[in-house]
C-alpha cells in the first residue's frame, strides 16, 4: 500500500514514522517549502503525545532537546497565582510533559523518518496543486523548482499541511481563509535567568491579554532560553499592521511594553527579556470552523488540516502527533485502507470538535478571564474569588476534553500494532509531466 503525505510539519513527519512502526514501507512526505522551517519558537508537548513520541523510541532524543515541564501556574497581570498544577511526571503521569523548540521537535522527526525510510522519503520544494479521488487510486499532483510537475498515484493521502491545507481548499472549496477573534499573537525568545524551578510554564491574563512564558532550553550558570507569547487585540496594536519595516521590531516592542509594560511576571523581569529578544513575530490569531468529516475517498485531513485551534492548553502539535499514531493504528488493524480512514475520522472527530470549541474560550486560561471579571481591581486571595474546586473541576474538564486526563494517558492500551514488513517500491515520487 502506498502513502502519499502532504506537508512535513510534525503532523506529517510523525505520521510517516507511525506508518512506518505499524508495518508499512511505501511512504513519502511531500513539503511545500524548500527547507524546513528554522524557526525556534516554543512548543508544549502534553504527556498523551509525549507516550506517543516514546512508544515510537524518540524519548531519549528529545530529553536532549526539551526541558521536562514540572509546574502550569496561571496568573493575574500583578502575579498574583489564580491556580497551580504539577505537570507530567510530577503530576503522576508515567511520561513527561515537555517544552521545546518548533525546529528541534522537526530536526529528531525528521532525521527519523530518514533513517527508517530513506532520505527520499522527504521531498521538499513539491507544493500540492492538484487533487483527483475520483479513480480507484488518488492522484496528488505536485509543482517542484523549475515549473516542473509530478504526479503521484496513492493509496491513500493524509493531507498535514496546516492551517492553509491545499488539500482542505481542494475538498471545501467555498470554506475560504481561517477564522480569526480579533487577536494578534507576537512571539520571541531570549535568554534569561531561569525562573521560579526552572521547568515551570506561566500563564498571565486579564479578561482580553495574555502572556505565556516558559523555557524551551537550558545553558549554563543558571541561564535558560525563555520562550515568551503575548496576545492583544488588534485595535489596540492599531498602525503596527502594516508591512514589515526594518524598524519593525522596535515598533512591536513598544507596543507591547504599552501593554504589558506594567505587568509582573513571577521571578522574571519583562521588559529585559522583551529587549533581550532578537526577532519579534506577529501573527494573528486564527483557527478554522470545525468540518463535518476529515475523509473523502482516499484522502484524509490530520493536525491542523483536520482542526485547526486557537494556541490554549498546549493541544496544536499535541493533538497532531495523537492523530499520527491513531490513524497509523487503524491503517494497521483494518484490512481496508477506506474503513480505517473512517474509523479513524471517528475517532478522532468528535473530541477534536469539542477541544476546538474550548479552545475559543481559551481553555483552561479562562479562568484568568474570570477572576478578572470578577476582581476587575484586582484580589488579596483567590479564594476571596474561586472556590478551591471550582478551579480543579475547570482544569480536570479540560484535561478530560483533550483526552490528556492522567488515567486516560496512563492506563489506556499501546496504539503500537506490530506488523510484518513488507516489501517497499522505491521512492519514485511520481511521473514527470
Known amino acids: 500500500m502506498r502513502f502519499t503525505l502532504v506537508g512535513a510539519g510534525i503532523g506529517g513527519l510523525a505520521t510517516a514514522i507511525s506508518l512506518h512502526e505499524a508495518g508499512f514501507e ?11 522551517s528554522e524557526l525556534g519558537f516554543g512548543l508544549n508537548i502534553l504527556p498523551n503525545a509525549v507516550r506517543e513520541l516514546a512508544e515510537l523510541g524518540l524519548l531519549d532524543a528529545l530529553r536532549q532537546q526539551a526541558v521536562q515541564t514540572r509546574e502550569l501556574l496561571l496568573c493575574s497581570p500583578q502575579g498574583r497565582l489564580v491556580w497551580r498544577e504539577d505537570r507530567g511526571l510530577s503530576a503522576g503521569y508515567e511520561w513527561p510533559q515537555i517544552s521545546v523548540s518548533r525546529a528541534r521537535l522537526v530536526a529528531v522527526l525528521a532525521a527519523d523518518v530518514r533513517r527508517r525510510l530513506g532520505d527520499g522519503a522527504i521531498v521538499t520544494g ?3 496543486v492538484g487533487l483527483d479521488d475520483a479513480g480507484s487510486r488518488t492522484r496528488g499532483v505536485f509543482a517542484h523548482a523549475g515549473g516542473v510537475r509530478r504526479t503521484v498515484e496513492t493509496d491513500v493521502l493524509v493531507a498535514a499541511d496546516g ?30 535567568e531561569s525562573f521560579l524551578t526552572g521547568r515551570s510554564m506561566v500563564v498571565l491574563g486579564d479578561a482580553r491579554r495574555r502572556l505565556v512564558l516558559y523555557p524551551i532550553d537550558h545553558g549554563a550558570k543558571g541561564s535558560c532560553l525563555i520562550n515568551w507569547v503575548a496576545a492583544f487585540p488588534e485595535s489596540a496594536a492599531g498602525a503596527l499592521h502594516r508591512p514589515p519595516a526594518p524598524e519593525g521590531d ?58 485547526a485551534m486557537y494556541p490554549a492548553g498546549s493541544n496544536g502539535a499535541t493533538q497532531a502527533i495523537v492523530d499520527a499514531r491513531v490513524l497509523a493504528w487503524h491503517l494497521a488493524s483494518h484490512p481496508d485502507a477506506g474503513d480505517a480512514l473512517h474509523a ?10 469539542k477541544l476546538q470549541r474550548s479552545n475559543r474560550s481559551m481553555g483552561p486560561e479562562r479562568v484568568l478571564t474570570l477572576a478578572h471579571q470578577r476582581a476587575p481591581g484586582g484580589f ?14 475547570i482544569s480536570r ?3 478530560a ?33
Open 401 to 433: 476534553t483533550g483526552q490528556f486526563d492522567q488515567d486516560g494517558v496512563n492506563l489506556r492500551p499501546t496504539l503500537t500494532v506490530r506488523r510484518p514488513r513488507r516489501t517497499a517500491m522505491p521512492h519514485d515520487n511520481g511521473r514527470a509531466e
Open 26 to 36: 511505501d511512504v513519502t512526505v511531500f513539503e511545500a517549502a524548500p527547507r524546513p
Open 126 to 128: 513539491a507544493r500540492l
Open 380 to 393: 488579596e486571595q483567590i479564594g476571596d474569588v474561586f472556590s478551591g474546586e471550582e478551579l480543579a473541576e
Open 250 to 307: 522596535s515598533g512591536m516592542r513598544e507596543a507591547l511594553l504599552g501593554e504589558f509594560g506594567s505587568w509582573s511576571p513571577p521571578g522574571l523581569d519583562l521588559a529585559r527579556l522583551i529587549g533581550d529578544t532578537e526577532r519579534i513575530h506577529m501573527y494573528p490569531m486564527i483557527d478554522r470552523d470545525p468540518v463535518a468529516r476529515w475523509t473523502f475517498g482516499g484522502v484524509t485531513l490530520l493536525g491542523d488540516a483536520a482542526h
Open 163 to 192: 492551517i492553509h491545507s491545499a488539500v482542505r481548499a481542494a475538498l471545501y472549496p467555498a470554506e475560504g481563509p481561517p477564522r480569526t477573534n480579533g487577536m494578534t499573537l507576537y512571539r520571541g525568545t531570549a535568554w534569561g
Open 397 to 399: 474538564s479540560y484535561a
Open 344 to 353: 479513524y475520522e471517528a475517532d478522532r472527530l468528535p473530541p477534536m470538535t
